[in-house]
């Protein structure tokens, strides 16, 4: 996983944490920051298609195989 991408959630961890208020205001932030970590937790990283005339060698042999 992407170190700025575990960072940005790690933010977003601590500022659930800090939104502990019974106001309307601060549930209604702390849902949308959990609601996003959700997000992020559920997001998977489409591979890349190769568009280019380049092959990788280590996907070649495993073909091979």
Known sequence: MNPTY??????LQRAA???QGADQRSRQLRHIIE?????MDDFRPEETSQTDNVLELDAYRQARR
Not at 6 to 11: P, Q, T
Not at 35 to 39: A, E, F, V
């Open 17 to 19: 944490i800090i939104l």
């Open 35 to 39: 609601r996003t970590i959700s997000l």
């Open 6 to 11: 575990l960072l940005a959630r790690d933010h």
